[in-house]
Structure formats: structure tokens, C-alpha cells
């Protein structure tokens, strides 16, 4: 599977080049995707942030029901890495609003 994933990810990067291109003959996509790529990056950032505090805090909670006297190390580390998760978001929500005007 990693190699397969190596693969498609070498084809993109090298295909990437060509296909974004542009010249003068070809100028630049008109202004109504970037209102729909926008939209589809804002949806993805939250949904993988979503399944990423999902995970932070599950192994949290597991971690802390293992080790009840480490519980208050392990919640300022969970709420420190919450805090860059939702970053994340934050930083797309704030590309959404700069770009697509």
C-alpha cells in the first residue's frame, strides 16, 4: 500500500506542473470556483479536525483511565494539542474569508 501511495503521489507532483499551468492564451480560472473550492477545503478542514479532536480525546480519556495519577499531565497535553487541532480550522476559515471574496 506505501508504495502504491508513493506512486500516485510521484504521478501528481510531476503531472501537477502541466496541469496548472498557465499562459496567456489560457488565463486563469474565472471566479466561481474559487467560491465552490473554498466551501470544499472549509468542509474538509472540519471534518478532519472533527475525526482529529475525535481521537485526541478518546486516547485521552483511555489514557487516563489507565493512569488516574497522570490525569492532569495528560489533559494539559490533550487541550494543547486540541487547541493546535482547532488551529487548523481557524486558519482555513480565515484563508475562506481572504480569498474567496
Known amino acids: 500500500m506505501t508504495r502504491k501511495f508513493l506512486l500516485v503521489a510521484a504521478i501528481l507532483l510531476i503531472a501537477c ?10 488565463p486563469a480560472a474565472g471566479g466561481h470556483w474559487v467560491a465552490i473550492s473554498a466551501a470544499f477545503g472549509m468542509a474538509l478542514a472540519s471534518g478532519l479536525c472533527g475525526l482529529a479532536q475525535g481521537k485526541a480525546v478518546a486516547s485521552a480519556v483511555e489514557g487516563m483511565a489507565r493512569n488516574p495519577g497522570a490525569a492532569k499531565a495528560i489533559q494539559l497535553a490533550m487541550l494543547i494539542g486540541l487547541a493546535f487541532i482547532e488551529s487548523l480550522a481557524l486558519y482555513t476559515l480565515l484563508m475562506v474569508v481572504l480569498y474567496a471574496k
Do not use: G, Y
Not at 506542473?17 to 489560457?26: D, K, P
Open 17 to 26: 506542473c502541466t496541469l496548472s499551468a498557465q499562459t496567456m492564451a489560457q
